[in-house]
Each structure stands twice: as structure tokens, then as C-alpha cells.
């Protein structure tokens, strides 16, 4: 167990719809990263936090958002989802350290229709 | 920019064999090296990891070697168990800000 928890851990939508993904991350940890896999693109950097702020963004699309809040959790905002979307969508928090470790929470699968 | 190229997978070992897995990686600077691996239905998960040159990151009998002269760092195993079949991921960092991985290698282990 990481320690980061993610929720919900399925969800199956329909192209169009607005979804949210939520993770809480490691208590004491203030960064928290946003990664999406898929199969034909393997794991790509979205977006992370850090104490509330935006620290660096990715391949992050413009249908998307996130945000983290003062108690640290962060969600991710998908809308507008297209076929395209469904994917694995991993959460990682960390503390900041330049040789710092990401921990991992169990992703969030989600199916477009 | 700063990325990381592992080798491509499917690899199928058998038990007790020894595992080689590529990485090398592009970056400017001194980054730290890590490799991930993810089990199935699992997240990822830290490996092992090297913060300089010529450091040495060892964890459940995998090894890998910083080497800055050939840019690469090499996951190895001398004797790879059923256990071992995951999907490892090559990463790099500088400054915990942006973790690049590479695009993963899936290892399956037959008994």
C-alpha cells in the first residue's frame, strides 16, 4: 500500500460527459502529479501540484483541469471526453526533494462509450 | 528535452534466467535515474534508483548501474522468478518536477 489513494478505481461514460478523478495523496507529502496511461502511448505526464499551486504541466489537453485543494487532495477534471480518453489515470504524490521518489496510487480506469 | 528510451518489449524469460532490460536516457545536467515496475492491476511502484554517476541502485536482487559515459542505466537480474513478470518502467528526474518515463517493458517469466 502507497499510501495514495485514488477513487473511483472504474468508471464508464459516454463521449460528451464530464467526469472527475480524485486522489488523496501520502499524508505529509505536498506534491501531487497527474499521469495518464494508455496502451498506445504508455505513460504520459499531465500535470502536478505542489502545495496548492501549479508547479509543471504536460501533455495536459485543454478539455482537462485539476486543481489541489487546501487539505492537499487534488482532483482531475475531464470533459468534453472523447472515445480517445479511456485510459489509466495515475495519481503520485511525493515530497519535494530533488532526489524525491513518486508513490503511486492503484489508478482510476475509465472507459469512454 | 529531457527523455528516457528502454528497450522494446514483449520479453518472455524462463525461470532462472538472466534479465537484461536497455535504458538510456537524453538530459542535460545531472539527473537521478530510477526504474519503476508495475504489477498487474497494480500501480507503479519504486525499484531502485541511482543519484550520480557511477552509483549502484539494488532492491530484491535487480541492479543497475549509473553509467554517465554511455548515458544508460541497465536493469539487470541474475536468476529472474515467475514473480518478477511486471512491466518496468525507466524514469528519469532533476528536480522531482517532471518524472519522465520511458515506455515501459513487460517481462513475463514462465516457469
Known amino acids: 500500500d502507497s499510501g495514495v489513494t485514488q477513487t473511483p478505481k472504474h468508471l464508464i461514460t459516454a463521449t460528451g460527459q464530464r467526469v472527475t478523478l480524485r486522489c488523496s495523496p501520502r499524508s505529509g507529502d505536498l506534491s501531487v502529479y497527474w499521469y495518464q496511461q494508455s496502451l498506445d502511448q504508455g505513460l504520459q505526464f499531465l500535470i502536478q501540484y505542489y502545495n496548492g499551486e501549479e508547479r509543471a504541466k504536460g501533455n495536459i489537453l485543454e478539455r482537462f483541469s485539476a486543481q489541489q485543494f487546501p487539505d492537499l487532495h487534488s482532483e482531475l477534471n475531464l470533459s468534453s471526453l472523447e472515445l480517445g480518453d479511456s485510459a489509466l489515470y495515475f495519481c503520485?504524490?511525493?515530497?519535494?526533494?530533488?532526489?524525491?521518489?513518486?508513490?503511486f496510487g492503484e489508478g482510476s480506469r475509465l472507459t469512454v462509450l | 528535452g529531457d527523455s528516457v528510451t528502454q528497450m522494446e518489449g514483449p520479453v518472455t524469460l524462463s525461470e532462472e534466467a538472466f534479465l537484461t532490460i536497455n535504458c538510456t536516457y537524453t538530459?542535460?545536467?545531472?539527473?537521478?535515474l530510477f526504474w519503476y515496475v508495475q504489477y498487474p492491476g497494480e500501480g507503479l511502484q519504486l525499484l531502485l534508483k541511482a543519484t550520480k554517476a557511477d552509483d549502484k541502485g539494488s532492491n530484491k536482487g535487480f541492479e543497475a548501474t549509473y553509467r554517465k559515459e554511455t548515458t544508460s542505466f541497465h536493469l539487470e537480474k541474475g536468476s529472474v522468478q515467475v514473480s518478477d513478470s511486471a512491466v518496468y518502467f525507466c524514469a528519469l528526474s532533476k528536480n522531482n518536477n517532471d518524472m519522465r518515463f520511458g515506455a515501459g517493458t513487460r517481462l513475463t517469466v514462465k516457469p
Open positions: 503520485a504524490s511525493s515530497v519535494q526533494t530533488y532526489t524525491g521518489e513518486l508513490f
Open positions: 538530459a542535460t545536467g545531472y539527473p537521478s
